[in-house]
């Protein structure tokens, strides 16, 4: 198994665009926080930009979904907050890595 490297998942994160503003969540800033750990499990948190964007909350969901299809990748913990919504969209994104 190859260790994923910062810059892979990076290069994940910067194809989920933001189509109003033309630029990715991680030129947005949105992710506050990023980790790998040796056995490739990937953890972010996601700050949207105001406690009611719903684009950060599809944001993170993309998110997840590509983070989930890189190959070599262990779990993916994709964690939102700084949301009116940040408790069930956290529910629905933990239900997401369980069916996958």
Request: hydrophobic share 45%; glycine share 4%; net charge negative.
């Amino acid at each position: 198994m190859a260790s994923i490297t910062k810059e892979q998942v990076v290069d994940v994160l910067n194809t989920i665009i933001d189509k109003e503003r033309g630029r990715s969540m991680w030129q947005m800033g949105l992710v506050t926080h990023l980790a790998i750990d040796l056995d490739n499990n990937i953890s972010i948190t996601v700050e949207p930009t105001n406690p009611a964007c719903p684009i950060g909350l599809k944001m993170a969901y993309d998110a997840k979904v590509a983070l989930i299809s890189m190959a070599d990748v262990g779990k993916v913990d994709v964690k939102i907050i700084g949301h009116k919504h940040a408790d069930e969209m956290n529910k629905m994104l933990v239900d997401l890595e369980d069916q996958s």
